[in-house]
């Protein structure tokens, strides 16, 4: 019995919580519309071939024949050593993946988004230096997942709180 009231306590207090689902109205849903239309400019380097082809993939195929809003990204991507041992060798290193992103709407030009996005991983250096660079490239493959992840959530939060967003989005707002 205890139980049961327990459960229903929960439920109560869930519903009134004001949580909504983004992607509510499925592929109608105006953050799905406006995620379709996104077209994001090409960004130079590794890591940014990483980071675009990461939101390519998470935007997907909207159906819109002439994309509305452009993403543009500018990364920077580092690594420094920190751990040193008494012979001057590097033992840690720490990679940061930052992202200043934008989101602009092609047809009036207005900046809608300006925001950043980052994240890091450690590094061991060990003594093979394959090893070493094997573990440098898998830390920046999972960062660009982790800002292109990022990046995607802001877009559709802004998608989900302007009304109208992907039919004609207010130009400069945030």
Known sequence: MRRAGAALALA??????GLR???????????????????????????????RNALV????AGGTSAPRYRLEVELDDNIEGFGV?????????RRTLRARYRLVDD??????????AGSDAGIDVVGSEYATIAAEQTAQERLA?????????????YASRTPGASAAPAPGGK
């Open 12 to 17: 109560l207090a869930l519903s009134g919580c």
């Open 21 to 51: 689902p983004l992607y509510s109205g499925g592929t109608q849903s105006p953050v799905v519309r406006t995620l379709g239309s996104v077209e994001v400019a090409p960004i130079p380097g590794r890591a940014g071939w990483l980071v």
């Open 57 to 60: 993939d998470r935007l997907g």
């Open 85 to 93: 041992r008494t012979d001057n060798a590097v033992t840690r290193e």
């Open 107 to 116: 047809s009036q030009g207005g900046v809608l988004l300006d925001a950043t």
């Open 145 to 157: 997942l982790e800002v292109a992840d990022q990046i995607m959530a802001r877009i559709a939060l």
